[in-house]
């Protein structure tokens, strides 16, 4: 019986997997999450319906982990998962980005986000958190760090968005029609090997991100302009991870944020896309988890 159970348990499993691919990945990482002590848990706030991943082993530090445009939080930071669940409580929601691909979004804000963010921080009664923000979660997680000062430990921009906005309208505008098509190409340095069954249902959800795109950066350009003018006022000790090889935001951006927050680090890693959580998935833990360890006092501007 059990030779039989062999053969037929991963028989079935590889066909639920065909036919449901995205719902069998989203099972497989939230076991992922839940093995290193990071439950999927849903909280009513006073606006807004959360889903987030949360471990609070007792430990006194909070990292926020924010995800990019068109991800979630248990694709975009498994990778680091393992270095940071056992010396920090963790708190990493699905934000309004994630909705973006039901193309039900077109009113989104960042403010939108953010305001689900502090919600979800009171509703947890977390008062001070390290904040790693990758991408469009980048720009986020500066916002906030400028908007709620008291409540950033410290600063993490892993190929942030919200420098150079209008250049990046320009590259999205000629590929309205295959975003997601050249959002795939470009992201990964290189490509990562995943099998094309689960790469198309994703492509075409992304495909229309492409016409809301630059809608998108238009009603949020006053608040990268804002976000320009305000990175001054940044005083946590701030860490910038750039992937060299970055086409989505290239490292000249990386090196405007250098300038503009006084004190910070930038870390630039080799042979690295824009998805440096996946590329860089050798060093970049090991250079987050170095940060995050070391006392404020000992990174104080």
């Excluded at 991870?241 to 930038?266: C, Q, V, Y």
Aim: hydrophobic share 45%.
């Amino acid at each position: 019986m059990k030779k039989i159970l062999i053969i037929i348990v991963p028989l079935l499993i590889l066909g639920v997997i065909l036919i449901r691919p995205e719902k069998s990945l989203d099972s497989v990482l939230r076991a992922y999450w839940s093995f290193y002590g990071a439950g999927f848990k849903q909280i009513e706030t006073k606006s807004y319906s959360i889903g987030y991943f949360h471990s609070d082993n007792g430990n006194r530090e909070t990292v926020l982990l924010l995800h990019g445009l068109g991800g979630k939080a248990a694709s975009s930071w498994f990778t680091v998962l393992p270095e940071l669940s056992e010396k920090y409580n963790i708190v990493a929601p699905d934000l309004l980005l994630a909705n973006l691909t039901n193309g039900n979004m077109h009113n989104y804000t960042l403010e939108a986000d953010e305001h689900l963010v502090l919600e979800l921080l009171d509703s947890l009664k977390v008062k001070k958190v390290s904040i790693v923000g990758l991408s469009v979660g980048g720009w986020l997680a500066a916002k906030l760090a400028i908007d709620r000062p008291d409540l950033c430990r410290k600063l993490v921009l892993i190929d942030s968005a919200g420098l150079d906005t209008r250049e990046l309208m320009e590259s999205i505008a000629g590929h309205k029609s295959d975003f997601g098509t050249w959002f795939y190409e470009n992201i990964f340095y290189p490509s990562p090997p995943v099998p094309a069954f689960l790469v198309k249902p994703m492509l075409s959800k992304l495909d229309k991100l492409g016409p809301m795109c630059n809608e998108l950066l238009k009603k949020n350009m006053f608040v990268s302009q804002e976000l320009e003018s305000g990175l001054s006022a940044i005083k946590c000790p701030t860490l910038l991870i750039w992937g060299a090889e970055d086409k989505i935001i290239p490292l000249k951006t990386a090196h405007k944020f250098n300038r503009m927050i006084t004190g910070s680090t930038l870390k630039v890693i080799k042979n690295c896309g824009h998805a440096s959580v996946w590329d860089g998935r050798d060093k970049l833990p090991g250079i987050l988890g170095s940060f995050l360890e070391k006392s404020v006092s000992s990174q104080v501007k």
